[in-house]
């Protein structure tokens, strides 16, 4: 797997940005969508004004005007936060615009003449969806489309990150192509299917750039809650208002106003939004591209995972696990027999084979160079591979395609090469002839092959309280055997589309939460109706629509990832909650005791911090209250470690870490800042 590079949060590229972008940000229209903030930002407005007419009337403004310059900064670096978090993504995104290239496109004058590859060269913005275009070795994809004739390694590195080409061709699940991947062998021609500027690389910048991003149902009831609490503390408020009134203590507004802004939660009121940000930010350093941040918070529930069985539990292409020769023929002849003939075979088949013989019979490509060998290479219509060595004439392909190089129907092939087909196609298996001559030598068996580690990432999985089902067309027989090697924990044998989308409906029935992972047309369906459907960026253009996820790297247990971010993100904004509200207490008992001392002196004994005065204690709780913002934004932007506890341990772990952290920070940094407002003598 490979991951984008990481983007530092201190970056000059992100920093500035950012703070451009939080001062757009001060806008009521935008705020108005962050409660807390928005409160603060009036309370500010209020306190300005307030400094002024102080200014303006002669009186001693310091206080006021100190209040004010922290209830701004206050609400400044609640914008920040969200504007490096949005930021992070938007970098990413300049990253993939700087790696788009001026395109070109070879446009078929005659698209509809099979054999005419007559074209035009000519921009790839002027073409439109269901122009035909000619795409040869060496050639970039002018757009995305869909291969409707020919086969041919394409190099996807562009997208993915990775380095091995991938085989296209028309029809099946392998058939979609993305703009600006290069074709690297053979030719293909490719229906487009996207207008310029709607590729999936334009989407992909679109969506990492988060213009589009909602509120969570979980971020909406949090805000109401938020929103709830400020309406609490601001009668809270009012009440002191009337008592300050009561009792002959002199409560400025500006004081008041303050202690409105100190005892709201803003701590978490100015992170919500980086939090939920930065969670879509971390699927991007994952390869993940994620439409919706609902997404990435339900991946965090996600209680079952179905999977595609090809292309998504086992590699796309059938890899070879055993040479069987016929009668007369050593394994190792036939082993050395196959290397030869599949040489000039890039396909991912042809390559297994070569890692085959060299893994069980310790053979290794031969230097050929002076021999006069002609390498034969795979194409879709010959279906055949092979070489040309003198009077040797070796050929490996399709049982059919090299019956006819040998001149032999299936009758005359013999027994013991029709048994040896016959058993790899009822095991599920494809079976490739080999022939040397006029002579038949053995058969290759090609199967499923299930993609290395992944029995350890699905126990990790069943670790984490999440249920795998593998999800295939294949007979119960050929399911069994793959589920057992995969280590899922059940199968759907012959599932049809209708199959997999009432099983995620009769599943969400009972109040499951259904993450789905698939790359063909078939599998659309079924990723439309999972809460988190991840589509396999290999896979077809609808099922890379209908989720709501697209993993570029087309690896099926990245859902690990995917499940620990939401998880991360739920964790998050728990953890900066339970500390926010815990905060917010803390900053109650700590300041009211030191606001009404000099009416009350009996409340001295609740004086246990010893505050200065009472202008000393509210400019202390907002510098504090402003700079506890400032120092949890990194938390927030990485998030809480994920750790596979249950909800009453993490619960525990919240409110003795965040809990008690957010009861006892307030005691000593509210005493430490009133201690050096005292000591500067600012007031």
Not at 195 to 207: H, N, Q, S, V, Y
Not at 278 to 283: N, P
Not at 326 to 353: K, M, N, P, Q, W
Not at 588 to 609: D, H, R, V
């Amino acid at each position: 797997m490979s991951t984008t590079k990481s983007i530092s949060m201190l970056d000059p590229a992100i920093l500035v940005p950012a703070l451009r972008g939080a001062v757009i940000k001060l806008d009521p229209r935008q705020l108005i969508r962050n409660p807390v903030i928005f409160v603060t930002e009036i309370v500010a407005v209020l306190v300005t004004v307030l400094f002024v007419e102080d200014l303006t009337a002669g009186i001693d403004a310091a206080f006021s005007g100190q209040i004010a310059l922290w209830l701004w900064f206050t609400v400044v670096f609640a914008t920040f936060a969200e504007s490096v978090a949005e930021g992070r993504g938007k970098a990413q995104a300049e990253s993939l615009k700087r790696g788009k290239s001026d395109l070109f496109a070879k446009k078929l004058l005659f698209p509809d003449q099979k054999d005419n590859r007559a074209s035009e060269v000519i921009s790839a913005t002027m073409l439109k969806v269901g122009d035909i275009v000619l795409v040869e070795v060496n050639d970039l994809m002018p757009g995305d489309g869909e291969v409707i004739e020919g086969v041919a390694s394409v190099n996807e590195s562009a997208i993915t990150g990775e380095s091995a080409p991938v085989i296209r061709e028309a029809g099946g699940d392998r058939s979609a192509v993305t703009g600006g991947t290069e074709v690297i062998s053979d030719w293909l021609k490719v229906r487009i299917t996207t207008k310029p500027g709607e590729t999936f690389i334009d989407r992909m910048i679109a969506l990492i750039e988060g213009a589009k991003r909602q509120k969570t149902p979980n971020e909406i009831a949090l805000s109401i809650l938020l929103s709830g609490l400020t309406l609490v503390f601001l009668i809270a408020v009012v009440t002191l208002y009337g008592l300050a009134a009561y009792s002959g203590t002199d409560l400025s507004v500006a004081v008041l106003a303050a202690l409105l802004v100190t005892l709201i939660p803003t701590t978490i009121g100015g992170l919500l939004s980086a939090i939920g940000i930065a969670g879509m930010d971390r699927l991007i350093r994952f390869n993940v591209i994620a439409t919706s941040g609902r997404a990435v918070e339900a991946a965090g529930d996600v209680d079952t995972l179905l999977l595609d069985k090809t292309g998504t539990i086992t590699f796309g292409n059938r890899m070879a696990s055993e040479f069987l020769p016929v009668a007369d023929v050593s394994e190792t002849y036939l082993a050395e027999a196959v290397l030869l003939a599949s040489l000039a075979d890039e396909t991912a088949e042809g390559r297994s084979i070569v890692a085959l013989a060299n893994a069980d019979f310790g053979l290794t490509e031969p230097d050929l160079a002076g021999k006069g060998a002609v390498p034969i290479a795979f194409s879709a219509q010959t279906r055949i591979s092979g070489i040309d060595i003198g009077d040797r004439h070796i050929r490996k392909g399709a049982v059919n395609a090299v019956l006819k190089f040998v001149g032999l129907d299936k009758a005359q092939a013999g027994p013991e090469f029709n048994q040896a087909v016959d058993a790899i196609a009822r095991s599920g298996g494809t079976p490739l002839a080999v022939a040397e001559g006029e002579r038949l030598l053995g058969v290759v068996h090609l199967k499923d092959v299930v993609k290395p580690g992944i029995k350890e990432r699905f126990a990790a999985l069943r670790a984490m309280g999440i249920r795998t089902v593998m999800v295939t067309g294949d007979n119960p027989i050929t399911a069994a055997a793959i589920a057992s090697e995969a280590g899922v924990d059940d199968f759907i044998a012959e599932a049809t589309p209708e199959q997999k989308l009432d099983y995620i409906r009769k599943e969400q029935t009972g109040g499951r939460l259904i993450a789905m992972c698939g790359d063909g047309t078939n599998d659309a369906p079924a990723l439309a109706q999972a809460d988190v459907g991840v589509a396999m960026q290999s896979g077809t253009q609808a099922a890379r629509e209908a989720g709501n996820m697209v993993d570029l790297d087309s690896s099926p247990t990245k859902l690990i990832e995917i499940v620990e971010i939401g998880k991360q993100i739920l964790m998050t904004r728990g953890a900066l909650t339970t500390f926010s509200i815990a905060n917010d207490v803390a900053k109650y008992f700590a300041i009211i005791p030191a606001l009404f001392l000099s009416t009350y002196p009996e409340l001295g004994a609740l004086n246990i911090m010893g505050l200065h005065s009472p202008q000393s204690a509210i400019l202390s709780a907002v510098i504090f209250n402003a700079l506890i913002i400032v120092a949890l934004i990194p938390l927030a932007l990485r998030g809480v470690k994920y750790r596979p506890v249950g909800a009453a341990a993490l619960l525990g772990r919240n409110l003795l870490v965040y809990g008690l952290g957010g009861l006892v920070a307030p005691f000593i940094g509210i005493k430490l800042v009133d201690l050096a407002v005292t000591a500067l003598g600012i007031l």
